[in-house]
């Protein structure tokens, strides 16, 4: 099996059903197939080859037939990388493959080939999004904080707080009196944490029962924004400075640290939104005097910063597979593709929906990603 060449007239995909255009091409079974189909067909390559080396452990020359085995497979495989580069090379697309170190012996015996190969190949031509295979109409005043567990989606429609299921039907609704919220999912807790202005709150998905937390909070200044990790609750202020709370989410959300402003950016320097995604937060950052802004990705661990991209106007940041992000820009309705290493893998702009612009972006499983215009909600598929 060999990676097909890429043309400008690619072919479909020929599993049933299937809509997604070829990437490669299985010659054994003359099948084109799309990145999943591909992956699949992969693992059941890797088991083809698990049972070849059980069966042969039962010979006299199991070492040497499993290492013809393994040299096939490893030819193999390095040939498909080599030719999705080049075909991706050909079509002016950037691709993150690295280097490829793989231990075949370990690799086989862990099932680990497919996942590898998937966390190198990176998505590439993310935009224009795919139309969006699911569509509701949003009330004009709602927020536009969103998050998910595993099951739900929830939204703001004042003057509710409501769950959607992955249809975006709306299945459960709690009346909603306060002006701001801002909503992030916390798995350890099994519960989305909801942040106004003055208060931290709790909502049970299953029984939608809130509930207010008592935090300790030595600054007073009103609450921004709120992003969780598996262990931890992250707290910024509405101020010109930068201060960030830290509080562990587990027995009970418990006061840790406050950030100093300086630790985070410099002075005249405040946060406008920020994101978690595996041990790293993006930070939204506007300047005060400069009025210059700008992308800021540091370690959640020691807060240094990894990489940092200037922006020429306020947005919004959704964290998408292989540790890249969106930055949403509505105003002049700028979407940006950055790679997990701080480049712009593609710039796009649409003026043709400057009237109804995404003004919000997450993303909900590895192919889903739901955007909020300020008319709708949207269910896109990843290619």
């Known amino acids: ?15 049933d059903l299937c809509e997604r255009s ?7 079974h003359n099948k084109d197939l799309c990145n999943d189909h591909f992956m699949e067909h992969t693992t059941q390559l890797i088991s083809v080859v698990n049972q ?3 069966n042969t452990d039962q010979t006299k020359n199991t070492s040497l037939e499993k290492r013809s085995c393994l040299t096939v497979l490893n030819k193999w495989c390095k040939s498909v990388y080599q030719n999705v580069k080049r075909s991706n090379i050909e079509n002016n697309q950037q691709i993150e493959l690295g280097e490829l ?13 497919v996942e590898d190969i998937s966390s190198k190949i990176s998505q590439q031509n993310l935009f224009p999004l795919e139309q969006p295979y699911r569509s509701v109409q949003v009330a004009s005043k709602s927020s536009i904080s969103m998050a998910c567990s595993n099951k739900y989606l929830l939204i703001e429609q004042k003057p509710y707080l409501c769950l959607l299921d992955q249809t975006l039907t709306i299945v459960k609704q709690i009346p909603w ?9 916390a798995s350890t807790l099994n519960q989305f944490i909801l942040v106004t202005k003055k208060n931290v709150f ?4 299953n029984t939608m029962e809130l509930q207010e937390c008592t935090i300790l909070h030595h600054n007073k200044k009103d609450w921004s924004c709120a992003a969780c990790s598996d262990t931890t609750l992250y707290l910024s202020t509405i101020d010109m400075s930068a201060f960030l709370y830290e509080y562990t989410l587990h027995p009970s959300i418990e006061f840790v640290k406050e950030w100093h402003p300086l630790a985070i950016c410099p002075l005249y320097e ?4 920020f994101s978690y995604r595996n041990e790293k937060l993006a930070f939204i950052i506007c300047n005060a005097h400069t009025f210059q802004n700008r992308l ?3 370690s959640s661990i020691t807060f240094e910063v990894l990489w940092s991209i200037p922006l020429s106007i306020l947005a919004r940041c959704c964290s998408i597979n292989n540790d890249q992000w969106i930055i949403i820009n509505a105003l002049e309705t700028q979407l940006l593709h950055i790679s997990s290493d701080g480049n712009i893998l593609q710039d796009y702009r649409n003026i043709s929906s400057s009237m109804n612009p995404i003004v919000n972006a997450i993303q909900w499983s590895n192919d889903t990603i739901v955007t909020a215009t300020i008319k709708s909600l949207n269910l896109h598929k990843l290619s």
Do not use: R
């Open 202 to 205: 709790t909502l049970d998905e």
């Open 52 to 54: 070849t080396n059980i």
């Open 296 to 298: 800021d990705l540091h």
């Open 177 to 185: 009196p306060c002006e701001y919220v801002n909503i992030c999912w």
């Open 22 to 28: 070829a990437l490669a091409v299985c010659e054994c």
């Open 270 to 273: 405040s946060i406008l939104t």
């Open 101 to 113: 170190e793989v231990n075949f012996n370990e690799s086989i015996q862990n099932n680990t080939i």
């Open 1 to 15: 099996m060999s990676a097909g060449n890429m043309t400008s007239l690619l072919k479909l995909c020929s599993v």
